[in-house]
């Protein structure tokens, strides 16, 4: 339980942290210098789809924390029988981590006013991100065809929902790709295409960040490393 609540408070931080970025901490009592004008009121320094992603992000940080939680407590029943990841479950890591830092590049150009370089860099991430979901499909035949279907026990039960649960997020993840390459083939206003590629490229680091704790949580090491550390913790005490 102790890791549920650690998982829970970095994906509260994070999305604090993110939201922080926005502006939405600003005080715009304390600013002395802005000008009220007759143009209009002020445009709020935290447009809504970038305050829509952050709830997003923290609705499906708790949805995982909550497989996980349901994880960690069920493995610890008389029943439970784990099983080696494939070896395609680690490197299929890198197609992922290649569309974060993809997305990453994008959000460089369309800063520095490239957008022919931004629309490459999303085009790449979604390819990159793609072929993650390939990936995932061959883990699953490969451990199908080695005895451990969904079927199998709960292990393998619960690697399959929560592999799945990333994979559909990763899926929309790819579909809502199309709405930056489609603003810049249209040659929208170039604010709202970098604000775009910025959400894309946020929600690929949060997909990034759920797939890494997925992974250490499915190979045992997170409850290796949080026994080692309460053993550390009983010698200190």
């Keep these: 339980m102790i890791a549920i609540l650690a ?10 942290w993110w939201i922080s970025r926005q502006g939405l901490t600003a005080k715009p ?3 002395t210098d802005s000008v009220v004008t007759l143009a209009g009121p002020e445009e709020p320094r935290l447009p809504p789809a970038q305050l829509g992603l952050g709830l997003f992000m923290a609705v499906v940080g708790a949805l ?20 080696p990841l494939p070896g ?20 460089a150009r ?13 085009i790449a991430g979604a390819g990159a991100a793609m072929i993650f979901v390939a990936g995932q499909l061959w ?25 799945a649960a990333h994979g559909l997020h990763v899926i929309g993840g790819i579909v809502a790709l199309a709405r930056p390459i489609e603003r810049i083939g249209r040659a929208d206003d170039a604010r709202a295409v970098r604000a775009s590629i ?14 890494v704790v997925l992974l250490l949580v499915l190979s045992g090491w997170a409850a290796a490393f949080l026994a080692l550390c309460g053993r550390i913790l009983d010698v200190s005490f």
């Design 198 to 211: 910025d959400l894309a490229a946020t929600y690929w680091l949060f997909m990034l960040l759920i797939w």
């Design 64 to 83: 995982f924390a909550l497989l996980i939680s349901a994880y960690v407590l069920r493995a610890q029943l008389g029943d439970w029988r784990g099983f």
């Design 88 to 107: 395609i479950i680690w490197a299929n890591s890198l197609p992922l981590l290649a569309a974060s830092l993809a997305l990453e590049w994008a959000r």
């Design 7 to 16: 998982f829970l408070a970095v994906i509260a931080l994070l999305v604090l």
């Design 29 to 31: 009592w304390l600013q």
């Design 110 to 122: 369309g800063s520095a006013g490239d957008m022919g370089g931004a629309r490459a860099g999303v």
């Design 139 to 163: 883990a699953w035949s490969i451990l199908t065809s080695n005895g451990y279907a969904i079927t199998s026990g709960p292990a393998g039960s619960f690697f399959y929902l929560m592999t």
